[in-house]
Nanobody, 125 residues
Framework: QWEFVQSGGGLAQPGGSLRLSCTAS????????IGWFRQAPGKVREGVAC???????YYADSVKGRFTMSRDNAKSTVYLHLDSLKPGSASVYFC???????????????????WGQGAQVTISS
C-alpha cells in the first residue's frame, strides 16, 4: 500500500513563501510522477503541479512562475515551493502519484485512495 506523508504549509502573508513536503513509502519514488492538488472549501479539487520521474515539471497556469516542484528520490520526498503567495493560494494541498502520458506528468491520480493527509495553507496579512 502506498503512503504519502505531508509536512509544511501553515500561515503566510501575501507575497510570502511556504514549502510543502510529501514523503512516500511503499513505492519506489524514482519510478513515479508525483502531483500536487488543492481544494478550497466549496470548490472543486484542482491540479496545481506535477513532476515526472525524469524531473520534468508541469504547472497549472494559475501558479506558473510562482510555485516550483522538486524531488529528492534518495529521500523519497517531493517538494512544492510556494512563492509570491496570493490570497487565492489558500487551500488544502494534497500530494499523490499521478499518471505519466508520453513522458509528461498529468494531473490524474494513479490510485484514488492513496493521497497525502493534506496540508493547510492560509494567507493572511
Amino acid at each position: 500500500q502506498w503512503e504519502f506523508v505531508q509536512s509544511g504549509g501553515g500561515l503566510a502573508q501575501p507575497g510570502g513563501s511556504l514549502r510543502l513536503s510529501c514523503t512516500a513509502s511503499g513505492i519506489s519514488l524514482d519510478s513515479y510522477s508525483i502531483g500536487w492538488f488543492r481544494q478550497a472549501p466549496g470548490k472543486v479539487r484542482e491540479g496545481v503541479a506535477c513532476i515526472s520521474n525524469m524531473h520534468n515539471p508541469y504547472y497549472a497556469d494559475s501558479v506558473k512562475g510562482r510555485f516550483t516542484m522538486s524531488r529528492d528520490n534518495a529521500k523519497s520526498t517531493v517538494y512544492l515551493h510556494l512563492d509570491s503567495l496570493k490570497p487565492g493560494s489558500a487551500s488544502v494541498y494534497f500530494c499523490t502519484a499521478v499518471r505519466l502520458l508520453e513522458g509528461i506528468c498529468a494531473m490524474r491520480e494513479l490510485q484514488s485512495d492513496s493521497w497525502g493527509q493534506g496540508a493547510q495553507v492560509t494567507i493572511s496579512s
